[in-house]
């Protein structure tokens, strides 16, 4: 029998401000429900991608906002963003670059709502180069495969960041939220193993409703799995079994709240995000958050009462928190790249 207990919350600390948000909208409280009876539909799986990087097709709603050019980095497949009226090399001599890692249960391509809020930041911050990154899926390229992939992108990203004095943000959500903090972890590690000097690479990692644990032991899980209205620990379990391969769930490299967090304080890499708490994803990411204040990293989340996974990515449906969860997003990353 389960015992429902309240779910845990983040709090502000000397170096992680919470906003914490209660209120829900009739609207938002009626998509839920729609949500919740076409969930396994939602969620079904395509086709196996092949092993590699997908090569993607550009749907027209964001080509409708944005200039997007496909290249490759590494075999893996990037696309860039910019406003229709910038000279075409324009996003390559900006300073602050943001590399984007859509959720899909590594396992599904980026869909409609990942473009348009690529399309978004691009729009809405001018100081940034906004790519979003192929990266291979499960099951044909699961974690030991896709994550060792990606790191070696990683190198060619720092070594033209050193090159050109830019500086990198690494985003995501859900699963695209835990391979940014993989590869910032990575990153910040190098640069310390590298000898510190000077400032990282990275600048800041921004993770939305990301999976941090891919144990799925926290026992809040099942307090919030009847409220999720797309989740439940069975698909969370599912989709970590499908996505692990030759690594073991408890391995660092696989669950980020298992690593030494401190490398983002030593390297100077701040760490901000978004909690949807009635999302069984939220009670390991509290606990993340908890850890990185321990560490005394610095960060700004949001953590929203009553709200499913990912909701920032429904702002183009026009749902009210949506839009103000993406607001919150892109003023934090104005703020970064404003940061001396």
């Not at 030593?266 to 999302?279: E, P, R």
């Not at 009210?320 to 940061?339: C, F, M, P, T, Y």
């Amino acid at each position: 029998m389960v015992t429902h207990r309240p779910p845990p919350i983040a709090v502000s600390t000397a170096t992680i401000k919470v906003d914490h948000r209660e209120s829900r909208s009739a609207a938002n409280h009626a998509v839920q429900k729609v949500i919740k009876v076409f969930s396994s539909l939602i969620l079904k799986a395509g086709e196996p991608e092949p092993a590699g990087s997908p090569q993607l097709t550009v749907p027209s709603a964001a080509k409708k906002e944005c200039r997007i050019v496909e290249y490759q980095v590494e075999e893996i497949f990037l696309y860039r963003f910019s406003k229709a009226d910038e000279p075409e090399d324009s996003p390559k001599s900006k300073r602050h670059k943001l590399f984007y890692f859509a959720g899909g249960g590594f396992r599904g391509r980026p869909t409609k709502e990942h473009w348009l809020l690529c399309a978004e930041f691009c729009s809405n911050m001018p100081q940034y180069e906004v790519n979003l990154v192929s990266y291979p899926l499960a099951p044909n390229s699961p974690a030991h495969v896709s994550i060792t992939h990606i790191q070696r992108l990683y190198h060619i990203f720092e070594k033209e960041g050193k090159a050109q004095g830019s500086r990198i943000t690494l985003a995501g959500d859900s699963a695209g939220g835990n391979i940014a903090l993989l590869l910032g972890i990575f990153g910040a590690s190098k640069h310390i193993q590298d000898s510190g000097d000077g400032e990282c690479v990275i600048e800041s990692i921004m993770a939305i409703c990301p999976a941090v644990d891919h144990r799925n032991e926290n026992p809040h899980i099942d307090t919030i799995d009847p409220l999720d209205p797309i989740l439940s620990r069975k698909v969370i379990e599912e989709v970590s079994e499908g996505w692990k391969g030759e690594w073991l769930l408890s391995d660092p490299r696989l669950s980020p709240i298992l690593a030494d967090l401190s490398c983002f304080k030593q390297a100077g890499v701040k760490v901000d995000g978004v909690i949807a708490l009635h999302d069984v994803l939220s009670p390991d990411a509290v606990e993340f958050v908890n850890r990185l204040s321990e560490s005394e990293v610095e960060g700004e989340w949001l953590q929203w009462e009553k709200q499913m996974h990912c909701f920032p990515l429904m702002f183009s449906h026009g749902i009210h928190e949506a839009v103000a969860g993406k607001d919150w997003i892109v003023n934090v990353l104005r703020r970064r790249s404003q940061s001396p």
